[in-house]
């Protein structure tokens, strides 16, 4: 079942691009952004994490944490972030239990993994899903709902 807003963000644990344990429960008191996309080095995923990037300082301001989730690799996470000078975190989900806890949803008769950014408040509380596979929308509608936290 998919998260909707008003539910709580399940707590997970996962490992960084850099090996690093990654547990939610350490970031939550912040304002989160997790976003879900399907493949590094894809066009449009590297469109969305380059635009993410290069907007980070704009969340950092707001005192928001951008993480983004597909099923690649640690490695390839690795080699994506260095490549594209990625300052956040990017969290490997290869056996998509992070996706699964969300209830994100596949695109294309369940091809392709779907491609949805939720925004987080303080207390853990999902205060928005935005779920489209167009991948450079997502940014401009994360940073407005955080600027209004």
């Known amino acids: 079942m998919a998260l909707k807003v008003g539910d709580q963000v399940p707590s997970f644990k996962a490992k960084t691009q850099t090996g690093e344990k990654f547990e939610l429960s350490d970031y939550i008191g912040k304002p989160l952004v997790i976003y879900f996309y399907p493949k590094d080095n894809t ?3 590297t469109t ?33 972030a260095q490549k594209h ?17 969300f209830g994100v949803p596949t695109h294309f008769f369940g091809l392709l993994p779907g491609r949805v950014t939720y925004i987080i408040d303080k207390k853990g509380s999902i205060v928005s899903v935005f779920d489209s ?17």
């Open 43 to 45: 066009p449009g995923c």
């Open 133 to 149: 596979i167009k991948a450079t929308v997502h940014i401009e509608h994360a940073l407005k709902t955080v600027k209004k936290m």
């Open 85 to 101: 000078k990625l300052p956040f975190i990017l969290l490997s989900d290869g056996n998509k239990k992070i996706r699964n806890l």
């Open 48 to 80: 969305q994490a380059c635009s993410f990037r290069d907007q980070y300082q704009d969340f950092q301001d707001v005192g928001a944490e951008v993480i983004g989730v597909s099923g690649d690799t640690q490695d390839s996470h690795d080699k994506f």
